[in-house]
């Protein structure tokens, strides 16, 4: 009996590539928030997931490139639980219903703080770095439409009269990313600096 014919070589299988992408993901995250953005390489990124330089650069363009993906899922991650939360407050009157998502919106539970300081680290070299400041306003212009989407469908009271979808989502992130930066640390000025600002936006939003 012959043997039966060889494959033809062809592309890798879709399924392999999303399994070498998440893999790089997953190493990369643990990576970054253990060791920063900045003191991880591509290397460091390949050996931790097992795969080549190869692997890497067929799935991503840069080191930049994967940290964006990484805070890309953090974004729909967050969008997500911000529909599920509006679906669950229903019931509440309009003014605590706002306050409550925007405390929802601003809110860094303990174990987002690695990416509070990995995101602030980010920020601060796209700065400082041509070309790559640019990047980082395009990617902050796509989470921007993504809430202004989540608050048309979902949350129409935070969107105060006379203003946009587009515009109460670009607030409400500048408020969110200023909060990072003066919360990181955590403790009781947190919790007080946070309720004092959900109070504020949710009562002229609400």
Known sequence: MNPPPARPAGPRPPRRRTHTRARLLAAASELFLTVGFARTSIEDVCAAAGYTRGAFYSN????EDLLLALFDEQAAGRMAELERLAAAC?????????RRLVEA????????AGWILLFLEFRLLAARTAGLADRVAAHDRTVSGALAAVLERALPELVPPGASA??????????????LARTAAGGEVAEELLAATAAVLGGMLG
């Open 90 to 98: 229903e019931a509440l009157a309009p003014q605590e219903r706002a």
């Open 105 to 112: 919106l601003l809110r860094v539970e303990p174990e987002e």
């Open 60 to 63: 991503f363009g840069s080191k």
């Open 166 to 179: 587009a515009q109460a989502a670009a607030v409400i992130l500048a408020a969110r990313e200023g909060l």
